[in-house]
């Protein structure tokens, strides 16, 4: 079982940047891909970013450009670096990882992009 822990979220200006961060424990040898997700109120999770573990990388349009998605030195570690940031951005981000067993979530941390 892997345990997802974010960090990194807050309140930041229309164009500004801001870098999360999520590192896992547990059984991290056991991690595949990892990923970034964001939820609107009322919504579903949607993916914003994902990297597998040779690095590929896959983005949603709306991030494509702005944000970039890496792996830390540390295993089961990632980062979001997110730039040009939009009101539009604004949304709870989780951490995600899967592993052959299935699928882990963070808690979520609060991302505001407002003036």
């Known amino acids: 079982q892997v345990q997802l822990v974010e960090s990194g979220g807050g309140l930041v200006q229309p164009g500004g940047s801001l870098r999360l961060s999520c590192a896992a424990s547990?059984?991290?040898?056991?991690?595949?891909?990892m990923g970034w997700y964001r939820q609107y109120p009322g919504k579903q999770r949607d993916m914003v970013a994902t990297i597998t573990t040779r690095g590929s990388t896959n983005y949603a349009d709306s991030v494509k450009g702005r944000f970039t998605i890496s792996r830390g030195n540390a295993r089961g570690t990632e980062y979001l670096q997110m730039s040009s940031l939009k009101p539009e951005d604004s949304a709870v981000y989780f951490c995600r990882a899967w592993t052959n067993a299935g699928g882990s979530w963070g808690q979520g941390t609060q991302v505001t992009v407002s003036s």
């Open positions: 547990g059984n991290i040898a056991s991690i595949n891909t």
